[in-house]
């Protein structure tokens, strides 16, 4: 189905793993000096990565977390704990370097790029800010879309071409990170149209509901999914109708990575129904994605999993932001520094087992 | 007890957590720019940090992995898959930089302490390694005690001098990492003398057992702790007659760490059946502990909860050498920098939360 040339030409461009590269890279990790597998979870991360980059030795030196902002109509309903005016005070907390993605950022040695996809509220110049806005916040979900068709072919477009332009600057691992008041709403939306679990398991408390505003916020994503009816299996309709801006241009950005053959880490809830949406528009797309962690929404799990996904964290966080991915970028790089700098038994004049030995002296 | 004065005096110098410094920690947690608990277990981690140091907002600048090698008399039960020179030849493997350790200590920017503790084989000079060589291999577990008293304090006492000496030359986070070809079979002795639970649950394939060898294995395990019958409330007793030189080793670098105000972060099977002992030896101890792991070792869990410990990653590692260890240490870090960069709400102008946004409007 032709949605404009540049997602039609981006979604043509994804291809799967390089299984060459995932064969040499085991038979690396199987001569490497230690036990075969002993590397648990960093063998099979490094020979994913191998897959995605296409070689058999694959090295990370660039990093970006892209850091997508935007409001909510849905807001309107009453069903997050904060006010909308956090959204923007919280972009200008980025780019100020106080929030908890600049400091995980910072450590992981990666950069951010902070776009306003959609905040509902006018934000100064920065020289660190990219203003997209794609609107002022979306229209209230609970009753009708939450954008236009070309409002969404514009995020997903924002999205491939930042992550093609980070990709040409030598970005070789991207993260997507999100802020919204209001943004689980639309996600819990999003993972029950394409996962089919019901709003009751795909809704959490966000960023802090009590019961009884946990099961008003579940009303509201059931009502959203009756009025917009959007069908499953269209992302960009699913876009459309419950999606948010900065959730459209964080699908575009995973789409464009994995064109890219780069990988991208998926961070929480917000992040997992953006990717959910570039899964149900490019399904071989999720072969450059990494679950960083397990967010405490409990529609997460059921999110990654949809997507074949399991996540190396589970730290109890919820915070959104990238954060969770920035966390987990530096076990990603251990996986590939494994898989590269490690010697060999050979090279190290190790032996590899004992009935290898017991060979060698018979 | 009187053991020896040094290890007597390190014992004594080993306090709880600091509850003022926790409060304080705690209190800025809930002020930072983000929903309260929403960094999960990095928050928990900080207040930790906050009380292992004495200080509201610890800093960690200088990191070190001591890693420390023995043979094991034991291996004459046949209960390894591999030969008993690959001990010293993973000792050569370190001090020439191509093990997973050197690749993860040099990706955490940690420095790596290498110690013969007690290797059954000669080892070149090497201005990288420390020749304290307390024995040549302890004696087999199954027919007797591994090594004399005056070895076992000796041990203790080279692990507290290491981490005194790391300590004054301004390291404030250690990691605990183990070589030594037959030394999961002591540690799941110790494991079993000092949790209680029974060799056949504690003991698991090591570097790549299959089913018989495992059977085999549990009941050499269970013969070490008949025939030297171990007193499970004394840790040296243990050590003297189920442990190892570098298990020894280790367990005075989590004291030495301990009585310091330093954090030392718990490796997997074997780093963590020497804190074992050094909780055993003085219970308070643990509280400097990080638990970095879940290792594959069934009997890690085991131990780990034994002294309250929850691993912070579960990625189905099992090589020791500090790996699990070096790989968690960016997450530490993490946890400290989160608590101490970000900013607060009130720096940041951002709402708290709507009830406070109500009231400052009304």
Do not use: W
């Amino acid at each position: 189905m032709a949605i404009s040339d540049l997602i039609d030409q981006t979604v043509k461009d994804i291809s799967g793993l390089d299984q060459a590269a995932m064969t040499a890279a085991r038979a690396r990790q199987d001569q490497l000096t230690k036990p075969p597998g002993s590397l648990g979870r960093l063998e099979e991360l490094s020979i994913r990565l191998a897959g995605i980059f296409g070689e058999a030795t694959p090295r990370i030196s660039k990093k970006t977390v892209v850091l997508v902002a935007g409001d909510h109509g849905v807001v309107a309903e009453g069903i997050s704990a904060y006010p909308q005016d956090v959204t923007p005070a919280m972009v200008m907390n980025f780019l100020g370097g106080g929030a908890a993605i600049n400091v995980l950022a910072g450590h992981a040695g990666a950069e951010i790029v902070v776009i306003d996809a959609g905040v509902a509220a006018d934000l100064p110049d920065h020289p660190q800010l990219r203003p997209v806005k794609i609107g002022r916040g979306t229209d209230n979900i609970a009753v009708g879309p939450a954008m236009s068709r070309e409002q969404a072919i514009q995020c997903l477009e924002v999205g491939i071409e930042t992550a093609r332009e980070q990709i040409a600057a030598g970005v070789d691992l991207l993260a997507c990170g999100d802020m919204g008041i209001g943004n689980t709403t639309p996600s819990s939306a999003i993972a029950s149209v394409i996962t089919g679990a019901a709003p009751d398991i795909t809704t959490g408390r966000g960023t802090g509901l009590d019961d009884a505003g946990l099961a008003h916020k579940a009303e509201v994503v059931q009502r959203s999914i009756d009025t917009n009816k959007p069908d499953a299996k269209n992302g960009l309709d699913v876009l459309i109708k419950v999606g948010g801006f900065e959730i459209g241009v964080l699908a575009g950005v995973y789409l464009g990575a994995a064109a890219g053959n780069r990988a991208v880490v998926v961070d929480g809830f917000i992040s997992g129904a953006a990717a959910l949406i570039a899964h149900a528009i490019a399904p071989d797309a999720a072969h450059s994605f990494i679950a960083s962690h397990q967010s405490v929404e409990p529609g997460h799990r059921i999110s990654l999993s949809h997507m074949g996904l399991e996540p190396l964290l589970d730290l109890g966080m919820r915070l959104g932001e990238g954060s969770g991915a920035a966390l987990c970028m530096p076990i990603i790089e251990a996986a590939a520094l494994c898989l590269s700098d490690m010697t060999t038994f050979a090279e190290a004049g190790v032996s590899e087992k004992i009935e290898d030995d017991e060979e060698a002296s018979s």
